[in-house]
Antibody, heavy 116, light 111 residues
């Protein structure tokens, strides 16, 4: 069965960096677009980024453009999100999902807290 | 950005009774491939979202048939024919046609 498991979240100071990972299993990872979506505490859902199957074709929301970088390693069935210059408003649960237009599978999420 | 609005934002329900959630988009959602990428998600308390309906009216595997989706253009609806206790949670519509893809604000369904 399809599984997506995020890791790497934690507490970081404003201006700091964090790298999230998503381990995928149960499907041919290299065939699929992958995405990151976040949910601030008590808030709705916000698209962050997606990446094409080969690692090209990355797209970002304006709120993170220039600060976040999405990448993948198909040999390791893994998706990554490098987050730099973090701000308080980046505090959220970050979800890894498959297929941007359809978001058919979601991970359990990893919490990122940006606070001094 | 395409704005997704939902109504109501809070929906008290009665077990065994029907329920309906409306979702409207600020632009039409037909993509160049002919598909309408309007999806519905359920988020139970403490859980990650789970997709229920994709491309307007297609129910996901394992989703009870009491859930149905309909609509076209800019107006869409999620219906629950007979509410059960496990249906409590927040329901989101989402458009995957125009980047950035966007979600509605959510409808809280509670007993």
């Amino acid at each position: 069965q399809v599984q997506l498991v995020e890791s790497g979240g934690g507490l970081v100071k404003p201006g700091g960096s964090l790298r999230l990972s998503c381990a995928a299993s149960g499907f041919t990872f290299s065939d699929h677009y992958m995405t990151w979506i976040r949910q601030a505490p008590g808030r709705g859902l916000e698209w962050i980024s997606y990446i094409g199957p080969s690692g090209t074709g990355t797209v970002y929301a304006d709120s993170v453009k220039g600060r976040f970088t999405v990448s993948r390693d198909n040999a390791k069935n893994s998706l990554y999100l490098q987050m730099d210059s973090l701000r308080a408003e980046d505090t959220a649960v970050y979800y890894c999902t498959r297929n941007p237009r359809l978001a058919d599978y979601w991970g359990q999420g990893t919490l990122v807290c940006v606070s001094s | 950005d395409v704005v997704m609005t939902q109504s109501p934002l809070s929906l008290p329900v009665t077990l065994g009774q029907p329920a309906s959630i409306s979702c409207r988009s600020s632009q039409g959602l037909v993509y160049s491939d002919g598909n309408t990428y309007l999806n519905w998600f359920q988020q139970r308390p403490g859980q990650s979202p789970r997709r229920l309906i994709y491309k307007v009216s297609n129910r996901d595997s394992g989703v009870p048939d009491r859930f149905s989706g309909s609509g076209s253009g800019t107006d869409f609806t999620l219906k629950i024919s007979r509410v059960e206790a496990e249906d409590v949670g927040i329901y989101y519509c989402m458009q995957g046609t125009h980047w950035p893809f966007t979600f509605g604000p959510g409808t809280k369904v509670d007993l």
